[in-house]
């Protein structure tokens, strides 16, 4: 019997996450306490677009308005919170916001997170997670090789 099937969650999250990148920094979210950075994004709820779960999501934890651009790929990721393992499948699309500078203080509209901006030059040695998108994201934006694809942290 797998790890995974004695835990007592065994549910696949569905999450919309955006690539935005401005003056060659990446904006990422980072929760208050942990030491890890992710893509902005959030769940895709029951019944709705995963391009407009990541406007929703945006405009709730920024209260800013993105674009949502062409889907780049898709991640499978799994990790452990508070001792309990997480799956999830993170849809990754470009995303853009005219008013965004990547000077100044990004607004977070959620106590427990914060934005911030990563260099893309740094990415390899970031804590970004999953970590599979170190790599990924240079090809998205170079237009390196497939523009779409997969990848599993598990």
Known sequence: MSESCCDARSEIEVIARGVCIVGGNLLVCHTK????TYLPGGHVEFSEKARESLRREMKEEMG????????LGAIEH????????????????????KTLKSSGVLKSCEDYIEFLWLPLNELSKSSLEPSSL?????????GAGSVSGWSSTM
């Open 78 to 97: 799994s990790y452990r919170k508070k001792g309990q393992l997480q799956h999830e499948i993170n849809l990754v699309f470009e995303m853009t916001c």
């Open 134 to 142: 170190g790599k990924l994201i240079p090809k998205w934006v170079s």
């Open 33 to 36: 306490g942990a030491s890890n």
């Open 64 to 71: 800013a308005s993105f674009a949502v651009g062409q889907f």
